[in-house]
């Protein structure tokens, strides 16, 4: 049903222009080992190699995004904290980060996957 369709919609004979909200929460993962709540197997994350971040202008984007659009964020980090650049994007909006165990003691208030 498209938004002219629905009743709460109709005022007095005119159609009100509503804007979908597409998203309210995203989650983010900041770099490819990272692992969700729910532990998986992600072979990046026990890979020996450096960690691949997130390119800064991508996040910077998706921080403006969240920050103009009232949206929730969840930052997914690997086992390595994220560099300062990235660390200080993240800083700038309300969010909640999902770390492993090895980084609980560096994000107090985070949520912790056990392995």
Same mark, same amino acid.
């Given at each position: 049903m498209c938004a002219a369709q629905r009743p709460e919609a109709r005022t007095r004979g005119t159609v009100?222009?509503?804007?979908?909200?597409r998203w309210a929460h995203l989650l983010v993962l900041v770099e490819e080992?990272? *692992?969700?709540?729910?532990?998986?197997?992600?072979?990046?994350?026990?890979? @020996?190699?450096?960690?691949?971040?997130m390119a800064a202008p991508l996040l910077g984007a998706i921080v403006r995004h969240a920050e103009k659009n009232d949206v929730a964020l969840t930052f997914l980090l690997g086992r390595e904290r994220p560099p300062r650049n990235l660390e200080r994007l993240m800083?700038? *909006?309300?969010?909640?980060?999902? *770390? @492993?165990?090895?980084?609980?003691?560096?994000? @107090?208030g985070s949520i912790v996957v056990l392995d």
């Open positions: 009100r222009q509503t804007t979908p909200r080992g990272a *692992v969700a709540f729910c532990h998986y197997e992600n072979p990046r994350f026990y890979a @020996p190699a450096k960690p691949r971040w800083d700038r *909006v309300a969010h909640i980060k999902i *770390v @492993p165990q090895e980084l609980c003691a560096d994000y @107090p």
